[in-house]
Structure formats: structure tokens, C-alpha cells
């Protein structure tokens, strides 16, 4: 089977009670998999509090939205959250046009999505 | 604006200052609340007025929002009212209701004598500003009443770029959004290109679906041919059954909003919060369904989100018959691949050179068609030093008659150097094809022990079309029939009988497969035992594998060359 790998990668910190999903580079077609099973594991293991860091993130296409989209709900279910930080511009744009940012939380900092996290905790 | 500079000289100094900073301050703002709450705060500060309003006509209606509102008034921001005169009706920009006899809505109860200033630019009606008399129940003097109506033109210019701006953001949004959904198309339809496995184009399409129309739920339902299936889904409560899945097949093509009548129906698609279904048609036919629940912003979807599911479902299910076409092709160069080596197999088990025999000039040919055949023939030397030649034919082509085919050669291999008569050895492979076969499978078998020292040829024919023994000396054809029952039919009841016939200078033994005398012209004749023996009669002289070679000739041209089956052929001369 042909596959084509594209640069992708996700490095998964936890604090607490919250995960940080770092990902890095094109999130495609090809690689939204690689995020969709991440999501999963997390979901799995009843890690509802999920920030997903987008510092590194160079390009996103539908089908990498698309999987926020198929987990958000299972993760609000179980009453968590999946926000999102430190996208560049180009990226944001993308879920601005889209209308993502009505329906989910997007931050400038990781920290801002953290405290938000705790207060809703509290 | 001429009659602004005429009056010029006559204001102050600091209403001319004002008039251009707010001027400014308007027609550099993209906000149209901004402009029209400065617009009201100005006049009705400079003019001392204490109730004024701001009213907004709603397109194509004599209906004004009341926009802004200052003042004590029992009607609020957000309301409607009616205005009983038309937007064009007047020139002028004031317009005073009591002194041309019209009744204005009662926007501050009791006080109806104030003054409305169309917001308009050369060729659009926009509102009214509205301001009451003063504090003091004094009117507006013609001097302020100038002032207040260039500052609404000025607005109204302010207001009507501040739409402007919005309507280009928001038509460029539009277009960001056509862009980035070709992209999308263009990618995935390079994506799937290279995708040759169902499951990653179902999920790719699922998540490209979610991500770029906003939706959480959502199915595809394909029926290649009369089988459906659910290809993909996500956020479903359960996945349809079948027959809710034909009873959405059935339902008309396009679906942009369901309604009730749909719900009742297939109380599923209520159920799972489906809002629209789009059907996906190739080459005239509906291969497929999408259903899709709104969007989750609670945005209806739009007639161009309802083509980019098309587009998108399209491209899936074309990527899907492709890799189902690959897979056939893949399935189809593995049979061929492996029909040519059963042909390499079987072109094996025919004699690679014909021995040498005594009193005899023997020549035997096989040709095979496209598909393997079930023909056989072998000339074998047996340990005793005498010779046997078989000729067999399976029933059906293809690989199971190869493969009995094969079985017979081995068999015959087997019970050659065992000392048993040619009768004992047929009916012992009959037991053994019978036993081993299913009972759809026969095999017409002849064959013969020539004992060269007497010239004695003897034979067993079981069920194979008789061979032709032409006596140099005669026209006539004798055939040697006598022998027992087809191969595989029923096990050995009786044994099979021997028969003996001499073998002498010049007789000419043709034995051969249906092949030959069922080969069809192609006007649909046969070419027929007749045939054959008038071909053996007209070329009795030559050599055998001359007589071999006219004979298939004879046949090929018959058939034009399009021969569909096995051709075998021995031709036996005695010397």
C-alpha cells in the first residue's frame, strides 16, 4: 500500500488535570488520523481537559478541522473541553473562515486556556 | 452642500470647527452605530433638544427600526414603527409633519412637534434623524436647522460607506470561503488519487466534511449495485438498519431542509438531528446518499454548502470504484497469471517427443484455445516393450478440467509398469475418477496397447468419440467404439471390454477430440465427422504428420482461425 507521510507530529504533555497536545507542521488529509487516534487515547483514558497547542502548526486543512469537530462533543459530554492556543494567523484564518471560533475556545497562550481550565474546575 | 457654503459666513467659528471634526470623526468610521449615536448625541447637544431618536427604514418597507432612542419615550431600541408619508415624497431634508398637515408616529408621547431629517445620499433613503423641540419648547431656528441637516448629509454619506465596508467584507469572506473550498476540492481530489484503501477514503471524506461545513453529524450511504451500505458516519446515536437506509434511498434526490412529512417517515433522521440529504448520481444513476445535520453555529446550510457536499461526496465515490476497479484488475492479471501457468503445467504433460515405434508412422498434435483445456493424448512405451497411446477428453474447461486432466496423466503413469490388463486398469481409474470428482465431471477416454510384433492394436473406448480406422484397401471408415461407459459416471458395474484390431501397411488410424469435429464456420456449421473423413480419404497418401497438418489446416480455415476449443488430434500410419 502506498501511504505518503507527511511531516506531522504531536508531543503530548500533561499537567494535573490537563493534557497539551503540541502539534507541529501539516495537518492534512494524510495526518489528521495521527491526531484523530491522540484525541481518542485521551478520551479513552477519561482525559477530558485538552488544550491543543498550535505554536508549531504550519498548515491545516479541512479534514484536520474536521477531527475537532468529530470529538468535540464526546469530550463536552464527559465535561471537558478541547481549546485551542498559539495558532499563527495563517492557521487562524482558516478557523475563523470556517466559523470555528464561535464554537470553540481559542486562546493567544497556552496559560490563558490553562486558567480557564482551573476556574471552571473550581 | 452649496447652501452649507452660502450660510457659511454666518456661523461662528465653533460650528464650523465642529461641523468638520465630526465630519471627520464620522466619515472615517466603518461603524454605522458609531456614526449614527454621534450623529444624535451631536444635534441634540448643540440644539438643546431632550428627545431624539435615530429611525432606520427596513429595505423595501415603510417600516423604520427605531435605532437609537434619547428621551423619555414608552418605545425602546429595536422597535418598529410606521412612517405615513413616502421617502421620496419630499425635496427638502427637513421635514416638519405639523406644518404640511401629515401625522407622524408618536415617538415621544404628547411631543409630535419635532422635526425629521431624511438620512438619504443622492439616490438612497436610509432613515430619519429625529429631533423635538428644545428644552425650552423653543423651534429650531433656520440658522441650527441647516446645521443639523449637514451633518446628516453627512452621515448619511458616513453610514452608507460604513455599509459598503461590511458588504465588501462580507462578499470578500464569501469569496475566502470559495477559495479555501476549491483548495479543499483540488487536495482531496489529489488526496484520494493516491488512496487505495476504502476506510481511509470513508474517514478522509468524513473529517474533510466536518471540519469545512461545521457539522457533527452526518452519513453516506453507497449502493454500488443493489447492496447498500453505510460508508461512513459520525455523531449518530446508532447507524441506520436496512430498511431504514432503502427507505432513505427512496426518498427524492435533493433534500435541502427535511420536513416533517420525512420525519414521520424515517423517524431516524429526527432522531439524529438530519437536516439535509444530498443524493450522489454517476453515469445517471444514484450510487449514493449524504445526510448531514445542520451546521453546529446553528447556521442554516447554504445552497453552496449543499454543492461542496456534492462535489465532495463525488470525488469519494469516484475514488471508490477506482480502488474497486484496481482491485478487479489486480484480481483479473492474478487469474491470468495463474491460467498461464496451468498452461505451462499442462503443455507439460504431453509427450515431449513421440518414441519411435515399429509397423507405425505416428503423429499427434495438441493446440490449445485461450483457456486451459481438459484435452489430453500421451504415446508411452511400456516396460514389455510394446506401446500405448491414450486420447481423453474432460468434461468443461478452465482450471478443474485441467486439473482432471492432470489426475488422469498421473493415473495412467501410475499403472503402466503395473502387469494388469488395459480392461482392469480402466476400470480401476474409472473408481478412482468417480470417487474423486463431483458427478458433474466425465471424462471420455480411449485408448490402446499396440503389440507391434503382431501388428495387434488392442483397444478400449470409454465414451470417447470413436476413432476412424480407414483399411488401405477400402473407401469405407470403420470406428472403434467398443469398450464401456464414460469415465466418472458411475463406478466399474461392468468390466471394460478389449477389442483387438490389426494394424497393416497403409491403414490409416485418425484419433481426435470434440474439438475437431465441433469446430463451427462462421455461418454457424459444423465441421462435422463427414468432413473430417473426406479430408482423411482426399490426403490418404500422404505421411502421417503431413495428414496431421492438412487435417488442422482443413479445420483452422474452416473456422476462419477462431477456433473456441482444445483441438487434438493422432494420426496413425501402419508401415
Known amino acids: ?122 | 452642500m452649496e447652501k452649507l457654503t452660502r450660510s457659511g459666513e454666518k456661523h461662528s467659528r465653533f460650528e464650523l470647527k465642529t461641523l468638520l471634526e465630526t465630519s471627520r470623526l464620522l466619515i472615517e468610521s466603518r461603524e454605522t452605530d458609531f456614526v449614527l449615536n454621534n450623529l444624535l448625541l451631536i444635534t441634540m447637544g448643540k440644539m438643546l433638544v431632550p428627545r431624539g431618536a435615530i429611525l432606520i427604514q427596513i429595505p423595501g418597507k415603510s417600516e423604520y427600526i427605531i435605532t437609537k432612542i434619547k428621551g423619555k419615550s414608552e418605545l425602546s431600541e429595536g422597535d418598529t414603527i410606521k412612517i405615513p408619508w413616502g421617502a421620496n415624497d419630499f425635496e427638502s431634508i427637513v421635514i416638519d409633519p405639523v406644518e404640511l398637515d401629515l401625522t407622524p408616529p408618536e415617538l415621544f408621547s404628547g411631543q409630535n412637534r419635532g422635526l425629521f431629517f431624511n438620512l438619504k445620499t443622492s439616490n438612497h433613503h436610509l432613515g430619519y434623524l429625529y429631533l423635538s423641540r428644545k428644552g425650552n419648547d423653543q423651534v429650531l431656528s433656520a440658522h441650527e436647522i441647516e446645521f443639523v441637516e449637514s451633518l446628516s448629509i453627512i452621515s448619511s454619506v458616513a453610514i452608507t460607506n460604513s455599509r459598503m465596508f461590511s458588504e465588501m467584507r462580507e462578499i470578500n469572506r464569501k469569496l475566502d470561503r470559495k477559495v479555501y473550498e476549491l483548495n479543499t476540492l483540488f487536495d482531496l481530489s489529489k488526496d484520494f488519487s493516491l488512496m487505495v484503501d476504502r476506510d481511509k477514503i470513508a474517514s478522509t471524506f468524513k473529517f474533510a466534511l466536518l471540519g469545512q461545513l461545521l457539522i457533527r453529524k452526518f452519513f453516506l450511504i453507497y449502493r454500488p449495485d443493489d447492496k447498500l451500505e453505510l460508508m461512513a458516519s459520525s455523531g449518530l446515536l446508532r447507524n441506520p438498519n436496512k430498511t431504514e437506509m432503502s427507505q432513505i434511498f427512496e426518498l427524492p434526490d435533493d433534500i435541502l431542509d427535511l420536513q416533517d412529512e420525512h420525519y414521520k417517515l424515517i423517524p431516524f433522521l429526527k432522531e439524529n438531528e438530519i437536516a439535509a440529504l444530498a443524493a450522489l448520481q454517476m453515469h445517471g444513476k444514484k450510487v449514493a446518499v449524504v445526510g448531514v445535520s445542520k451546521k453546529a453555529n446553528k447556521e442554516d446550510l447554504a445552497q453552496t454548502d449543499f454543492n461542496f457536499l456534492q462535489s465532495l461526496g463525488n470525488l469519494a465515490i469516484l475514488s471508490i470504484q477506482k480502488t474497486q476497479l484496481l482491485e478487479e484488475r489486480i484480481e483479473k492479471e492474478r487469474l491470468e497469471e495463474e491460467i498461464n501457468i496451468a498452461k505451462t503445467i499442462q503443455k507439460g504433460l504431453f509427450p515431449d517427443t513421440i518414441p519411435e515405434i515399429p509397423k507405425m508412422d505416428l503423429s499427434a498434435r495438441n493446440i490449445p484455445s485461450d483457456q486451459v483445456g481438459g484435452d489430453y493424448y500421451d504415446v508411452v512405451q511400456t516396460p514389455d516393450g510394446n506401446f500405448i497411446f491414450a486420447i481423453g477428453d474432460v468434461t468443461g474447461k478452465g482450471i478443474p478440467a485441467a486439473l482432471l486432466m492432470a489426475n488422469l496423466q498421473s493415473m495412467l503413469h501410475v499403472l503402466l509398469p503395473v502387469d494388469i490388463t488395459l480392461g482392469e486398469a480402466t476400470g480401476r481409474i474409472n473408481n478412482l475418477i468417480h470417487e474423486n470428482t463431483p458427478s458433474d465431471k466425465f471424462i471420455t477416454f480411449f485408448w490402446a496397447k499396440f503389440y507391434h510384433s503382431e501388428s495387434r492394436l488392442n483397444y478400449i473406448n470409454a465414451g470417447h468419440n470413436p476413432p476412424l480406422l480407414l483399411r488401405a484397401e477400402s473407401d469405407e471408415f470403420e470406428e472403434l467404439s467398443e469398450g464401456g461407459l464414460i469415465l466418472g459416471a458411475m463406478p466399474t458395474m461392468a468390466s471394460y471390454e478389449e477389442t483387438d484390431v490389426t494394424i497393416n501397411k497403409g491403414d490409416i488410424l485418425v484419433l481426435f477430440t470434440d474439438g475437431i469435429t465441433e469446430t463451427f464456420s462462421k455461418n454457424g456449421e459444423e465441421y462435422d465427422e463427414k468432413r473430417l473423413k473426406k479430408a482423411i480419404t482426399e490426403n490418404r497418401e500422404l505421411k502421417a504428420d503431413q495428414l496431421l497438418e492438412t487435417i488442422v489446416n482443413d479445420v483452422k480455415e474452416f473456422s476462419d482461425n477462431q477456433l473456441s476449443d482444445d483441438l487434438t488430434l493422432i494420426v496413425i500410419k501402419g508401415d
Open chain 1, 1 to 122: 500500500m502506498l501511504t505518503v507521510m507527511k511531516n506531522f507530529h504531536i508531543n503530548h504533555r500533561h499537567s494535573d488535570e490537563i493534557e497539551v497536545l503540541e502539534i507541529s507542521g501539516e495537518l492534512d488529509a494524510h495526518t489528521a488520523s495521527k491526531l484523530e487516534d491522540s484525541l481518542k487515547t485521551l478520551i479513552d483514558k477519561n482525559r477530558h481537559n485538552i488544550i491543543v497547542n498550535c505554536s508549531d502548526l504550519e498548515y491545516i486543512a479541512s479534514a484536520g478541522l474536521g477531527v475537532f469537530m468529530a470529538y468535540i462533543e464526546d469530550v463536552r459530554g464527559l465535561g471537558g473541553d478541547i481549546k485551542l492556543t498559539n495558532m499563527n494567523e495563517r492557521v487562524y484564518n482558516v478557523f475563523d473562515l470556517l466559523g470555528f471560533p464561535t464554537l470553540y475556545d481559542i486562546f493567544d497562550e497556552e496559560e490563558e486556556a490553562v486558567k480557564q481550565f482551573q476556574n471552571s474546575d473550581q
